[in-house]
Structures are given as C-alpha cells and as structure tokens.
C-alpha cells in the first residue's frame, strides 16, 4: 500500500538552530513530493514541491527540502528557525501513476523556542 | 492570497439540522477535494472531484454529499448534522495534473451541539 510516514508528531527547535522535520513515503515510481505548513485555525499552504530535477529544492520562507531517492525520503529543512515558523507541517506525496490522489502524512507539529 | 473560499469559517448548530458548507474557487481548477481534520490532526479525504458532475467518495466514510454542477462550485452537505461531525472541513482544489499541488481554502469549523 502507498504511504507517507512523518516519524515524528512534534519536533522542538530553538529559535536560530537548524529545523528538520522528517518525511519517508512508500509510492511506486517516481512521485511527486511537496511540503505543506498549516497555522492554527487555517487552511494548508503549500511551501515546495520536487518534481525532477535538482535534489535540494527552495521554497516559501526560507525552507527547502532535500529528495533522496535511495532513501526514498523527502526531508524539510530551513538552516535558522524562527518562532513564527511554529506550526503544523505536512509531507504530501503524489504517485506519477494510476490517478491524481494526493497522499498526506499525518503532520509534525514544529515547536522554536525562543 | 487564496483564490479558493469557504464559508461559513464557524458554524455552531444544533443537533438534526441540514447545512451546507460552501466551497468556491475562482482558478479554473478541474480537481477538487473536501477534507476532514480533527484540530491539530491529520487529513482525511471525504470527497473529490474530477470536473463538473463527477464526484466520488474518499478514503474516509462520511454521511456527508456534495455536488459539482459547476466548476468553480464544490458544496458540501449534511444532511443531518450530528455531534460527530463536529471537525474542521477543508476545500481545496488542483490542476488537470496536479503538478502544482493543492490551493486550500481557510477551513470551516463545524460545532454540533
């Protein structure tokens, strides 16, 4: 079955340290990956997506992701956190084959300390 | 800004009440989804859209309907609202090939007492 794991519920970060927050997913061939930030009481916004190309991508706020194919990972980084970065983080993946469902991960919630 | 819109943001109803929980976006997206989340929780898919007058039901059963008569429109209804139907609902839309990802809309979050 096609899946997306983010292996943690929470990470907490203090504010100018580097931030990870993890994805894995388990989708045949070669899917499209995307990183969405929700805020309390809001909708998802979409912050990046990796399509070909490039394995590091750059997108919303100074977050970027790096895909690894052998690893089959999709991990969201930015290199100094702020406390407004504070907020729900979900891994979305898109398999290339059999449809256009998108697949969600079940969300890490991103603590930065002051 | 969002180009996808829902309202209400916040409905609080009573127990047996029809509402519908609407949906509009104004980008010509053919796709178009309706999620449940409990706060804070992950995303269940209820329902989705190929285009006008196609609509199917997601991973997740819901007592929810919905109807796409036009491309921009995406209502969602219940029929009879029950206190478990107490969540947020989120719409969101995407292109033919969704290479782009999803556009949310801001959410509606529905109290059932």
């Known amino acids: 079955a096609q899946s997306v794991a983010q292996p943690e519920d929470q990470v907490n970060v203090a504010e100018g340290n580097p931030l990870t927050v993890k994805c894995t997913y388990s989708v045949s061939g070669n899917p499209y990956l995307f990183w969405y930030v929700q805020y309390p009481n809001r909708g998802l916004q979409f912050l990046l997506k990796y399509i070909t190309g490039d394995n590091l991508v750059k997108g919303s706020y100074g977050f970027e992701a790096e895909f690894n194919k052998s690893q089959t990972s999709f991990h969201l980084k930015k290199p100094s956190a702020l406390v407004s970065d504070s907020a729900l983080y979900f891994c979305?993946?898109?398999?290339?084959?059999?449809?256009?469902?998108?697949?969600f991960g079940a969300g890490t919630r991103l603590f930065v300390k002051a | 800004e969002a180009d996808i819109y829902q309202t209400p943001r916040y409905l609080v109803i009573g127990t047996g009440k029809k509402i519908t929980l609407e949906c509009s976006q104004t980008?010509?997206?053919?796709?178009m989804y309706w999620y449940q989340q409990d706060p804070g929780m992950e995303l269940h898919l209820i329902h989705y859209s190929y285009g006008v007058n196609s609509t199917e039901k997601g991973d997740l059963s819901s007592e929810s309907t919905v109807s796409r008569i036009r491309t921009e429109h995406f209502p969602l209804t219940l029929e009879s609202a029950r206190p478990s139907h107490t969540s947020q609902y989120l719409c969101?839309?995407?292109?033919?090939?969704?290479?782009?990802?999803?556009?949310f809309g801001s959410g509606t979050r529905l109290t059932v007492v």
């Open positions: 979305a993946v898109r398999p290339n084959t059999g449809g256009f469902k998108t697949i």
């Open positions: 980008m010509g997206h053919d796709k």
């Open positions: 969101a839309s995407s292109e033919v090939n969704n290479n782009y990802g999803y556009t």
